[in-house]
T-cell receptor, first 109, second 116 residues
Framework: GQNIDQPTEMTATEGAIVQINCTYQ??????LFWYQQHAGEAPTFLSY??LDGLEEKGRFSSFLSRSKGYSYLLLKELQMKDSASYLC??????????WGAGTKLIIKP | ETGVTQSPTHLIKTRGQQVTLRCSSQ?????VSWYQQALGQGPQFIFQ???????GRGNFPPRFSGLQFPNYSSELNVNALELDDSALYLC???????????????FGAGSRLTVL
């Protein structure tokens, strides 16, 4: 079967750095996405990785290792507004998105 | 540029009833996909429409059906509602077919369905 694993919940301090990991086992791989979802709102796109390595976009970076079936999302200089769920999704060989359950990130002052 | 809009935002139905959820895609987008998101879970892919044809379907029974219209708006229909159908239903639009590059999804705010 296909599986995406992420931690259920993480807590970090305002101004700090946090890394959210995602491991996947899917039938084929055609890209990995990270989305942010605030409670009661729609998911919004953060990043896309299809090749190994690090993609940096402002305070957010995403890393991919296809051989290890592993990705992480790195959030720097955390702000209170970063409190949200972070969803990892992999596009499989049928070009369907398989989603993880999401990691709820709690930011404390 | 308008985003993805969904209606209704909330609704309550009883077991056995039927429901229709609507979605207007973002301007310029021709692909619409529907997801079911249970509380505390990630979205589960229901199906996708590209140029009015279904071109992908997840593991959902036939009582989940859909349509895409010439203006690229879409409907999700669920017949014979069950208690487990209670969830947030998300519509997402994108440009191009599913295998075109990053193909970033733009989500609507969702329709929260409660089945009693």
């Amino acid at each position: 079967g296909q599986n995406i694993d992420q931690p259920t919940e993480m807590t970090a301090t305002e101004g700090a750095i946090v890394q959210i990991n995602c491991t996947y086992q899917t039938s084929g791989f055609n890209g990995l996405f990270w989305y942010q979802q605030h409670a009661g709102e729609a998911p919004t796109f953060l990043s896309y990785n299809v090749l190994d390595g690090l993609e940096e976009k402002g305070r957010f970076s995403s890393f991919l290792s296809r051989s290890k079936g592993y990705s992480y999302l790195l959030l720097k200089e955390l702000q209170m507004k970063d409190s949200a769920s972070y969803l990892c999704a992999v596009r499989d060989s049928n070009y369907q998105l398989i989603w993880g359950a999401g990691t709820k990130l709690i930011i404390k002052p | 540029e308008t985003g993805v809009t969904q209606s209704p935002t909330h609704l309550i139905k009883t077991r056995g009833q039927q429901v229709t959820l609507r979605c207007s895609s973002q301007s310029g987008h021709n692909t619409v996909s529907w997801y079911q998101q249970a509380l505390g879970q990630g979205p589960q892919f229901i199906f996708q429409y590209y140029r009015e044809e279904e071109n992908g379907r997840g593991n959902f029974p036939p009582r989940f059906s859909g349509l895409q219209f010439p203006n690229y708006s879409s409907e999700l229909n669920v017949n014979a509602l069950e208690l487990d159908d209670s969830a947030l239903y998300l519509c997402a639009s994108s440009m191009g077919s599913s295998d075109s590059g990053a193909n970033v999804l733009t989500f609507g705010a969702g329709s929260r369905l409660t089945v009693l």
